[in-house]
């Protein structure tokens, strides 16, 4: 079973950056789409962003466009999301999973990193 392992997560005040990282302990997943994915209190979790395996095709949800950017490191077998001019309706636990047509396409979620966003 893959272990998704995601932190970076913490507290910071609207307007401001944090950057996420996303690897898998003990399996490679360069061939997959990678995705964030974010679940705040008492919402369904809901998908971010996505990067191809080659990184060379993005998506992103409408209402992260033009603040966060997703990367990947194939030779680090690290997924990362910038994520710049937070919102505190941002706040969430933020999870990394292979993707597919925007839902998680096979395995289990991670821990998750919390993000907070203070107004």
């Known amino acids: 079973q893959v272990q998704w392992v995601e932190s970076g997560g913490g507290l910071v005040q609207a307007g401001g950056s944090l950057r996420l990282s996303c690897t898998a302990a003990g399996r490679t997943f360069m061939r997959y789409t990678m995705g964030w994915f974010r679940q705040a209190p008492e919402k369904e979790r809901e998908f971010v962003a996505s990067?191809?395996?080659?990184?060379?095709?993005?998506d992103y949800a409408d209402s992260v466009k033009g603040r966060f950017t997703i990367s990947r490191d194939n030779a680090k077998n690290t997924v990362y999301l910038q994520m710049n001019s937070l919102k505190v309706e941002d706040t969430a636990v933020y999870y990394c999973?292979?993707?597919?047509?925007?839902?998680?396409?096979?395995?289990?979620w991670g821990r998750g990193t919390q993000v907070t966003v203070s107004s």
């Open positions: 999973a292979p993707t597919s047509g925007r839902v998680m396409a096979f395995g289990s």
């Open positions: 990067v191809t395996w080659n990184g060379g095709s993005t």
